[in-house]
């Protein structure tokens, strides 16, 4: 509900944060050690299908919400 808002908002701020951090640096060490982004690319979308599917399995919205 509302009271765990700002604890589920900061904590997936907080993997946003870290994703960001890490990405570019990642990235390139695998443009490094593999001559090109092929397989950043494919880890990415990997990375990116995850997430959605993950979303997928959250459920219906709730008819009501409730702030208590």
Known sequence: GL???????GALYGFFVC????????????FDTHGNYDLAL????????????????LGPYPAKVSDT
């Open 3 to 9: 009271k765990a808002y700002g604890l589920i908002y």
């Open 19 to 30: 994703g960001t951090a890490l990405a570019p640096p990642l990235l390139g060490w695998m």
């Open 42 to 57: 494919l880890t990415t979308g990997a990375f990116f299908g995850l997430g959605a599917f993950i979303v997928l399995t």
